[in-house]
């Protein structure tokens, strides 16, 4: 029970310092693939390079530490392991598996993203991360 609220008691210090992101829209998406990411199935996440610049966030890199937030809840502790920006027609197949939503292959995936990011274009600048889960609460 001590180490239970000792590891809780890390998470919360932690928690409380660093950057929180978050996997998918807001509701049930978000729900369902931050779990994913919990489990070990979802190892990775691609974002439009444009929100980064819109945002004027710069780009996460390999060692940087994340707070995955779940409707307003602290659920996990990432931590960057890869990124790389490539153009939409680009992603391969293992970061189209990584990203674990299910798809076979690259074309798979950007069948399904296309339909999310309506806008987008062969062309489009992508950021493809990997990422894996260090401490839960």
Request: with cysteine.
């Amino acid at each position: 029970m001590a180490a239970t609220a000792e590891r809780r008691s890390l998470f919360d210090f932690w928690a409380q310092r660093l950057p929180t992101t978050a996997i998918g829209r807001a509701g049930e998406q978000r729900a369902h693939l931050t779990e994913l990411a919990i489990d070990g199935i979802k190892t990775a996440t691609a974002s439009l390079h444009t929100d980064y610049v819109s945002e004027d966030d710069p780009l996460p890199s390999p060692g940087f530490y994340q707070l995955l937030d779940s409707h307003e809840r602290a659920v996990a502790i990432l931590e960057v392991t890869s990124v790389r920006v490539c153009r939409f027609i680009d992603v391969d197949d293992q970061h189209a598996i990584a990203e674990g939503e299910g798809d076979a292959d690259a074309a798979s995936w950007r069948e399904t993203h296309r339909l999310e990011w309506p806008t987008i274009h062969d062309s489009s600048k992508i950021v493809l991360e990997r990422f894996r889960v260090i401490a839960v609460p």
